[in-house]
């Protein structure tokens, strides 16, 4: 290989590697779409993206400033912003100044947006336009599940099978001005993928300083369905093997960059006048004042709670509760935990990763594939089933199958639509509690058989996992009776985004399997007695109970409880009660956010929660985690008192009980790392909703049965939230702030743990979060040098913790 070709092939790897994957439907978990660009410094990147996509890492200024206005942003914030980007001569001072003009400078574009012509069969499209749709209604049938079994075959054909169209008869039939041009140039066009990279580097004559910026711009021309070749190729990676469509995506998007290309080299050609903006491309920055207020509104929220933390904290850990529950860390689990706190006083609630360390794949009785639910950063460990299944289940789930594929047509629709009729009238009521559950999960009635190991773990290892999962959840000391094991799920009709409202560490799915499971081992009595001759005995009258906490209406759901002694359940009115005095007071507080009356009595306000729920109407049935801001490992204490307005994920951590720092480490990995995802989707659908948001929510129609949805019938295939999920028609509901990581631990070992992980590292160094460890009487940041530093963080508390509350 020559060098040149070796200097080709890196740049190629280079931006492949600068695209994040998206998730499908069915697992649409939160991920960050800025992911490849991790190793690059927050401010660095945004100069990359303004550069590639014309994409800001802030809002418009316009926001920022009414921000101010509005108190949001206030003045010790801003002057600590100002610090740190090395400004010294004070806010007014800033404030007078005028704004540099280079974010004003043209972005450079791919070769297609260089043609003034129009295109098209009426002659009003843009030939950026053009292309974009070519690719995307190509992707769109060849992915199609339900007609190609995309996710068994390799990758093989997908750049051919492009080209073999573009040559037929009837590919350009859509360009009848310049058909025949065109087909000639097409004809030319190599007929594989590596010899299509090489023509296309070669003829266009990128230079090295930029090749690799035209190339990213040139996959996120369809940046939709790029994210979704790069998933394709993250779940190889997870298998061990290799997937190359991504690859050959760009090598199309070079064939037409090539098709397009005329030949001519002169001062006065398309190409000069492209190469010309390339060569300028250092000139493009992002807009640093919009990158200031940015970090000013962070810190005039952020700042004051960060403060807070850093008091001293404890509990009496050796009274025993009454009741102790573990919910995940979703931020929808902070309300409700406080007001479990305040409805039962003696009890203790506890954060821990709502997979609950349980690395599941389920697969329904007969199903040809497991569902991985855990973090999409981990591979699953095994397999689920339930011994018997009902028989609904299963037909339902190959009727719906059915209803997608090419034989439902109108045909279909005309001969059996009226059957439908009275379905329909009925299923436009709204739904009553019971109706609710089993829609959540075909596996999921109240006392439906519990999921096994479908190979059968033996008791050592049920031990060796428990042993270790209960002092991570916090669980030390004596145990209350009653020990609530609490996942989530939501409800959401006619929504194909609903996973995005279910548990991000389970793989965009409830998190009942885990709970149901774990819980059935922790009642065992042969794994009792195995953990009382470890020395870890569990008091005799302790019951381990699943729940499930339902986020769209705030109530907490018992689980199994049929399979209880007929004594334990005796004792069960005694434990509902006070959890659904919790359920309403979380409900009061929440009703203002989702458009309800507080002061209506708890049976309506549930009433109208659940028909939110139910409603095919309803664009907004929960906030979920809009308004997130913050990550804090430490122990309960240190928040107990404080009102985090739903915007918190809590994970419990004590680092005395930690000697080696491995569970702290574990934290940074797994938990920080999917919290930071799911700030950085939210941050990045409403920054830039046109590139990283999925647009209109009542114009999403669904592209190859759950690959992802077209905002109406055409152009690239949307990823990341819906407009409807961070905004209410009149303002946002989302703050884009970065995660602040505040962690409880001296700061040697934090800094120990961080520099033992290197992907937390890079998202602390390079800004994409902020890190601070709470553990002295003032927060210390880690900075981009990697070393602590007293923070700036201001003192007061304007723009404080109910700005943006969501509950």
């Known amino acids: 290989m020559t060098e040149q070709k070796k200097a080709w092939t890196h740049a190629i790897d280079q931006a492949l590697a600068l695209i994040a994957p998206a998730w499908p439907l069915d697992s649409l978990v ?28 802030h809002l418009p200024l316009k926001d920022y400033q009414d921000a101010w206005r509005r108190g949001e942003i206030s003045a010790a914030g801003l002057d600590a912003a100002l610090l740190e980007a090395g400004w010294k001569d004070g806010v007014p001072v800033w404030l007078d100044s005028a704004p540099r003009d280079t974010a004003h400078f043209p972005s450079p ?80 066009l190599p007929a594989d993928v590596e010899g299509m990279l090489a023509t296309g580097l070669e003829q266009l004559q990128a230079r090295p300083e930029w090749r690799v910026p035209w190339l990213q711009a040139l996959l996120m ?41 005329d030949g001519a080299r002169g001062p006065d050609s398309v190409w000069a006048a492209w190469r010309r903006d390339w060569e300028l491309l250092p000139q493009c920055r992002a807009d640093a004042r919009a990158l200031i207020w940015q970090r000013a509104h962070e810190l005039s929220w952020q700042g004051p709670l960060i403060r807070a933390l850093c008091r001293e904290a404890s509990a009496d850990v050796a009274i025993r509760p009454s009741l102790q529950a573990v919910f995940c860390i979703d931020v929808r689990s902070e309300p409700l935990r406080r007001a479990l706190e305040e ?106 058989a519990k999921p096994v190991p ?93 729940a499930l906490h339902l986020t769209h209406s705030d109530e907490i759901v018992l689980l199994d409880t049929e399979t209880l002694k007929a004594e334990v359940r005796a004792r069960l009115p005694g434990l509902q009660s006070p959890l659904q005095a919790a359920s309403a007071l979380a409900r009061r507080r929440r009703a203002p956010f989702v458009g309800l009356l507080a002061d209506a009595d708890d049976a309506t306000l549930l009433k109208r929660m659940r028909q939110k729920g139910d409603d095919w109407a309803e664009t907004r049935p929960e906030w979920a985690l809009a308004g997130n801001a913050l990550f804090i490992a430490a122990p309960r204490a240190k928040t107990h008192r404080l009102d985090l307005g739903g915007r918190a994920f809590l994970h419990d951590y004590d680092w005395r009980s930690d000697a080696d720092g491995t569970r702290l480490q574990r934290i940074l990995a797994a938990p920080m790392v999917v919290a930071h995802w799911i700030n950085m989707q939210y941050f990045a659908s409403t920054v830039d909703p046109l590139r990283f948001g999925s647009g209109n929510k009542l114009l999403h129609n669904v592209v190859g049965g759950r690959i992802g949805v077209f905002e109406g019938n055409s152009g690239d295939l949307r990823i990341g939230l819906a407009w409807q999920s961070v905004h209410d028609g009149q ?77």
């Open 30 to 57: 939160a991920s960050s779409p800025y992911w490849g660009l991790r190793d690059q410094p927050f401010i660095h990147a945004a100069d990359t993206l303004r550069q590639v996509a014309q994409s800001p890492l």
């Open 221 to 261: 021309r369809n940046n939709g369905w790029a994210g979704w070749c790069a998933y394709l190729g993250w779940q190889a990676s997870l298998k061990g093997a290799t997937d190359t469509h991504l690859r050959q995506l760009l090598a199309i998007q070079l064939a037409w960059e090539c098709v397009l290309d």
């Open 731 to 807: 303002r946002l509901r989302h703050a884009p702030l970065r995660l602040a990581v505040c962690i409880d631990a001296p700061p040697d070992r934090l800094a120990a743990a961080l520099t033992a992980q290197l992907i937390p590292r890079q998202l602390a160094e390079n800004g994409w979060l902020h890190l601070y460890c709470v553990h002295g009487d003032t927060p210390l940041r880690w900075q981009a040098d990697g070393g602590w530093q007293h923070d700036s963080a201001p003192h007061d508390t304007a723009g404080g913790v109910d700005q943006g509350s969501k509950q």
């Open 454 to 546: 479908r190979d059968r773990l033996d008791l050592k290892t049920r031990v060796d996992i428990v042993s270790g999962l209960l002092p991570d959840m916090g669980l030390s000391g004596p145990l209350a009776p009653w020990v609530l094991l609490v996942g989530h799920a939501s409800h959401a009709s006619n929504n194909p985004q609903a996973a995005a409202l279910q548990c991000g560490a389970c793989g965009g799915h409830g998190g009942h399997q885990h709970v149901r499971l774990l819980a059935s081992w922790l009642n065992d009595p042969a794994l009792r007695e195995r953990l009382a001759e470890q020395g870890h005995p569990l008091p005799a009258d302790t019951v381990f109970l699943p």
């Open 109 to 188: 574009r791919p070769l297609a947006a260089y043609h003034g012509d129009a295109a098209g069969p009426l002659g009003v499209q843009r030939w950026t336009e053009i292309i974009i749709q070519q690719i995307s209604q190509y992707c769109a049938a060849w992915f199609d599940r339900d007609q190609a079994n995309w996710h068994l075959d390799p990758a093989d054909g997908f750049y051919t099978t492009w080209l073999e169209q573009m040559r037929h008869p009837y590919g350009l039939s859509a360009l009848p001005e310049r058909r025949e041009q065109l087909r000639r140039r097409v004809e030319q």
């Open 343 to 448: 409805t039962v006083p003696d009890s203790r609630t506890y954060g821990f990763a709502g997979f609950f360390g349980l690395p599941l794949a389920c697969r329904l009785p007969g199903g040809a594939a497991a569902q991985p639910r855990l973090p999409v950063l981990l591979a699953p460990g095994w397999e689920v089933t339930t011994p018997v299944a009902t028989t609904s289940a299963p037909v339902r789930h190959g009727w719906q199958n059915f209803l997608r594929s090419p034989l439902a047509g109108f045909a279909l629709v005309e001969s059996t639509g009226i059957g439908k009729l009275a379905a329909l009238v009925r299923r436009s009521k709204p739904y009553g509690y019971q109706a609710t559950l089993p829609q959540l999960d075909p596996w999921l009635t109240r006392n439906s």
